[in-house]
């Protein structure tokens, strides 16, 4: 996590610093808006912005905007105005830090804006076989498509790989390009040069160059458009890319991790993504199975999120009890990892007695688990139970 500190640093939003630091994030610092605009447009990376609220947030967003940076806001302030906290959040910050700081509410924003920052925990057969492929390429340089349903982890496995690599030291640099519109993720990629379009002020590094010598994820590259596809390829092929604006070619030394909750060969056949892209990104394919298919990952994770959130929220870490657990292997986990963890969030804050009980691990929807198909349930009656827990959680979470 990489935290751009903007405002005088001084008395509370010092200690909010260091609390940021302790939690893990990597944090620099400007005094002005200008000079946050500026640090970014030059390459100096941030995933999130933490902004003093008497500056103009408005126009610092509005700046990024023109810029076509995207870097989500949170805004913070002492003795905190409402009047001037709801000014933040309607000009576009996502969220508002009261100072004095408080510990926990600076590790659950930091944790909320770096959700995969977790690390790989594995106790089952299925996933260990894809980490033994992964343990063997983490070394090289080559691409791999990692691939998998929403929510198994596939950034957690692309930190992996970086992590194990000879680039380990340097950057980790991730482009979600499902969530970027077209017209903003050329630049946010590639960069562009002064004058390029309307709002180029200068010239702007992209995550290409800010990734240089490390590695570079771009995260649900199924999303991008046929014409970035091109520009990728070259980037590829060529080691070199064009900012937007560009004269010549700049020269990167990056390797390209990508994930896909789609099936791109499908989306070869359908036109709508090239079959020589994906040649180049999946020279090793890692695929994730689904939670449902890692019944041993189950146990594991849920006694690692327990641990996390008492943690996080200062509760005495209670055992999870043996009907839990039952349930917790039985559910078929559509939204696999990510869902786990918010249930097993709910199930920490929720739990009232020595031990976390079934009743304490509820669906979006506020309903508990399904109790585990007794041994003598036939076929049709274990389906009709896992389909009506599916249909649950569905409906919660829409």
């Known amino acids: ?39 970014l447009r030059k390459g100096q990376g941030a995933d999130l912005l933490m902004v003093d609220y008497e500056l103009d947030i408005r126009s610092l967003i509005e700046a990024n905007e023109r810029e076509h940076i995207s870097v989500p806001v949170i805004a913070c302030g002492v003795n905190p105005d409402p009047r001037k906290a709801a000014q933040a959040i309607t000009a576009g910050a996502r969220e508002f830090i009261p100072l004095p700081p408080d510990a926990e509410l600076i590790a659950a924003v930091l944790a909320a804006v770096s959700d995969d920052s977790r690390p790989l925990i594995t106790n089952d057969p299925a996933m260990q076989a894809v980490l033994k492929l992964a343990d063997q390429v ?86 991008m458009d046929a014409r970035l596809q091109a520009k990728l390829l070259r980037a590829l092929q060529e080691r070199v890319i064009d900012r937007v604006g ?50 041993a990952d189950t146990a594991a994770l849920s006694d690692y999120f327990a641990k996390k959130y008492s943690e996080a929220n200062a509760i005495a870490l209670k055992p999870i009890s043996l009907e839990a657990k039952r349930r917790l292997q039985a559910h078929p986990w559509p939204g696999n990892v990510r869902e786990l963890e ?56 829409t």
């Open 1 to 39: 996590m990489r935290l751009l500190v903007v405002g005088k640093l001084s008395g509370q939003l010092s200690v909010a610093v260091k609390m940021a630091m302790d939690s893990g994030a990597k944090v620099s610092h400007v005094d002005g808006i200008a000079q946050a605009t500026d640090a």
């Open 342 to 397: 918010n249930a097993m969030h709910r199930a920490v804050l929720l739990s009232a007695g020595p031990e976390i009980d079934a009743d304490a691990i509820r669906l979006p929807d506020g309903q508990p688990l399904n109790p585990v198909a007794p041994i003598g349930m036939d076929y049709v009656g274990r389906a009709s139970l896992a389909a009506e827990s599916a249909a649950r959680t569905f409906v919660g979470s």
């Open 138 to 223: 983490a070394a090289s340089d080559a691409s791999i498509l990692i691939t998998g349903e929403s929510g198994v982890g596939k950034e957690v496995m692309a930190r992996y790989l970086h992590e194990k690599s000879r680039r380990a030291q340097r950057p980790f640099i991730s482009v979600n390009c499902a969530a970027i519109p077209d017209n903003l993720l050329e630049s946010e990629l590639f960069g562009h040069e002064k004058g390029a379009f309307t709002g180029a002020m200068a010239r702007r590094i992209g995550k290409f160059e800010e990734a240089d010598g490390g590695t570079l994820l771009l995260d649900e590259i199924s999303e």
């Open 246 to 295: 560009g004269a010549k070619p700049v020269p990167v030394n990056i390797r390209v991790l990508a994930t896909s909750n789609r099936n791109l060969v499908q989306a070869v056949k359908d036109g709508t993504f090239r079959e020589d892209l994906l040649y180049r990104l999946n020279v090793i394919n890692l695929a994730i199975p689904p939670l449902r298919d890692r019944p």
